[in-house]
Each structure stands twice: as C-alpha cells, then as structure tokens.
C-alpha cells in the first residue's frame, strides 16, 4: 500500500506528461539575479509562465532546430527550481550551484526509459542514482532521508515494514526520486504549484 506522500507523487508523475522530458533542478541561491549570473548566459527577455508555457515555447523552439533557450524558474526561499524541456542548463551548471550549499537535479526522458537523479554539496557532485542501475558517489550527506526509498535502490527497503522492491517500474522510481527531492528541500511540488505564475526566461543561444 502507497503512503500519502507517495500516492501524492504517483498521481502528479501519471497525470502531467510533462514532467516526464524535464530536467529539474533544485539549489539554494539569495536572488533570480544570482541565478542568472551562475548560469553566465544572455537573457533575451522574460515572462510570467507556467509549466504548459515553458513546453509550448520549448516545443516551438525544438521544431526550429533550436535547444536549451528557454527555463522555467520557480522560487521557495531560500531554494530554487529551475525547470527546462530542450535543455540542461542547469545540470550543467550543479556544481556552480551547489557552491554555497547543496542542490539536487532530475534529468532524463520517460519516452527513453532513462533518468538519473544528482546530488551535489559545496560545489561537488556527490552521488548519483541511475534508473536500474546502480549508485554511484557518495551517499553519506543525504542518509537520514532515503530511508524507505527503496525503488531508488533496494538497499534502502524496510522489510520488517514491507518497504520492499517488487517491480521497480520507472513511475516508481521517479515517485522515490521526487520524495527525495522533497525531503532536502522542504517543498512538495503539485499541479497547482508547476501551474502558476513563475518567471520564464529566454536566453541568447
């Protein structure tokens, strides 16, 4: 049986085809302003948006040839979330992000059947999850909150709870990799969170 927490997650993942080509990107930074100076790109212009614009824009983008010129940047302070279809910016740039404290990114493709979900602290990728495989790095500064993740990687089962793997469908490991997500950074994400007013950028590409 799903916890609430999980059944939460479960329901976002199969009922937004979207996050499914995302890559995500959580950090902790002071100011957009500081955000856009780490990413050291050229900002064309920039609009209020939800996750529907940044896909319309990106897909138009994408049907030109184009990639990697648009980003979606929500904000709970002090952690930001930068949200990008044709690009990687972000990821990219996990190191500089985590400079002054720790972030965590979700890249991959559903439609492809691979993810990998990132963590990085004081400007260093620690650890790696990939989607049925292994980890890779160093999970120590993260222990307290895999516990139970077990679809991240079956060391983390609880049998005595019955938290154990029994499938490990990719729905189910980005379920665990978004609960991750919301133990470091405190914010759970929902429909009407992704749907709201966040800044969209343009950049010079």
């Known amino acids: 049986m ?3 927490i999980e059944t939460h997650y479960k329901d976002l993942i199969e009922r937004n085809i979207f996050l ?5 990107t959580w950090f902790r930074a002071s100011s ?3 955000v856009i100076r780490t ?3 050229e900002v064309l212009d920039t609009t209020m948006s939800g996750l529907k614009g940044l896909y319309a824009e990106s897909y138009e983008e994408h049907n030109e040839g ?3 010129g648009f980003l979606l940047l929500g904000e709970e302070p002090p952690w930001f979330l930068a949200m990008e279809y ?3 910016r972000a990821f990219r740039a996990l190191d500089r992000l985590s400079s002054d404290g720790e972030a965590i990114c979700l890249i991959g493709s559903a439609t492809l059947y691979r993810f990998a979900l990132f963590y990085a602290r004081d400007g260093r990728k620690l650890c790696r999850f990939d989607y049925a495989g292994d980890i890779r790095g160093e999970t120590a500064a993260i222990e307290e909150h895999l516990q139970g993740l ?3 990687h079956e060391r983390y089962a609880d049998a005595e709870a019955g938290r154990v793997p029994d499938g490990g469908l990719l729905d189910d490991w980005r379920m665990h990799a978004f609960i991750l997500m919301e133990r470091i950074t405190g914010v759970r994400l929902s429909f009407e969170w992704l749907a709201r007013g966040h800044v ?3 950049f010079r590409v």
């Open 2 to 4: 799903l916890t609430e």
């Open 20 to 24: 499914g080509e995302l890559c995500m």
């Open 32 to 34: 957009a302003d500081e």
């Open 39 to 41: 990413l050291n790109v």
């Open 66 to 68: 184009k990639f990697g």
């Open 86 to 88: 044709t690009g990687d």
């Open 150 to 152: 077990f679809h991240l």
């Open 200 to 202: 969209l950028y343009r």
